[in-house]
């Protein structure tokens, strides 16, 4: 299945339809599936690093500050650090409904369905407002 649809030249608008949930359905699965496995291998690498530790129910430590920070998180990760693994894992899990929006925003201008284009360029922009620490 082609992630963008192809012209829908005697299919109708229903057929162009189909074809774009089709795809935007492909494009969820398949961020869930990489997300699943980015964190199963950050898992896998954390306990095989970490799986001995005794956890201390008593204190909370919430992640240190370098996991905090895309760059951070991008690093650690490419050093195959557990934590930073499962950051990555948790950042891509976040950014495929993002994906999804992107994806729905172009394949209505494709359409030239401008109603759905501005309705997605709202929803777009909440989500965005939201992810980068903005409070409604």
Not at 27 to 50: D, E, F, K, N
Not at 101 to 110: D, E, K, N, R
Request: charged share 10%; proline share 5%; aromatic share 6%.
């Amino acid at each position: 299945m082609p992630l963008w649809p192809h012209s829908a030249q005697g299919t109708g608008v229903a057929g162009a339809m189909i074809k774009v949930e089709q795809c935007i359905g492909n494009l969820l699965r398949g961020g869930v599936l990489l997300a699943a496995v980015v964190l199963l291998l950050g898992g896998g690498l954390y306990l095989t690093r970490h799986g001995a530790a005794l956890p201390l129910y008593g204190s909370f430590r919430g992640e240190p500050e370098a996991l905090r920070h895309m760059p951070d998180i991008l690093a650690d990760a490419a050093a195959l650090r557990g934590r930073g693994v499962i950051q990555l894992g948790l950042l891509l899990l976040i950014a495929t409904p993002v994906a999804r929006v992107v994806y729905a925003m172009g394949a209505f201008s494709l359409q030239r369905d401008w109603l759905y284009v501005s309705v997605t360029v709202i929803v777009l922009s909440v989500l965005v407002y939201s992810l980068l620490g903005g409070h409604p």
